[in-house]
């Protein structure tokens, strides 16, 4: 699978519009999230990012500035898919597949959920180690760190289950 010309934007229309057929607002905080799982899970399934925008650790978890700007109008609300439509995204068929395996792990959860199990785990952590919960940063996730910790989470996950 080569690369494709995927970016943070992408990634979330895909999401966005998932959502929107099976009528599940996604807030931008929950959008920041799914993006932020689709790039870990998809380093550690396939050894390569699937986009190249640095993920910083904000005080509300993972985040792409980016496509936070992009959607920064919204607020807290849900966002609307209004003339984002029309736009052809990049993925194949197995990229498709993977993203939909996201969406059926985490596209149920709730945004404050989605905070919570970011905040909960080593990458964020990491990235945010000696700031206060509520101070600003934007210290960028070691992907390094990201892809060992979900590859040592997978294996354990494979090992109680079997």
């Known amino acids: 699978m080569g690369y494709t010309k995927t970016n943070p934007l992408s990634v979330a229309l895909y ?4 959502a929107d057929k ?3 607002p996604i807030t931008n905080l929950k959008l920041q ?3 932020y799982y689709a790039q870990v899970w998809h380093i550690v399934f396939h050894n390569r990012k699937l986009f190249y925008e640095p993920i910083e650790a904000w005080m509300h978890g993972p985040a792409i500035p980016t496509l936070y700007r992009r959607f920064k109008a919204f607020e807290s609300n849900p966002i609307q898919l209004t003339g984002l439509e029309d736009i052809k995204l ?3 068929e197995k ?21 919570a199990l970011t905040h909960s785990e080593l990458p964020w952590q990491e990235a945010r180690q000696g700031l206060s919960l509520g101070e600003h940063s934007s210290n960028k996730i070691n992907l390094a760190i990201a892809k060992h910790y979900y590859a040592r989470r997978l294996t354990a996950s494979k090992r109680k289950n079997s």
């Open 22 to 24: 099976e009528k599940k």
């Open 90 to 92: 990049p993925f194949n």
């Open 95 to 115: 990229e498709e597949k993977f993203l939909k395996n996201v969406w059926n792990v985490y596209g149920k959860y709730d945004a404050g959920y989605l905070e």
């Open 15 to 18: 999401f966005l519009r998932v």
């Open 33 to 35: 999230k799914l993006v």
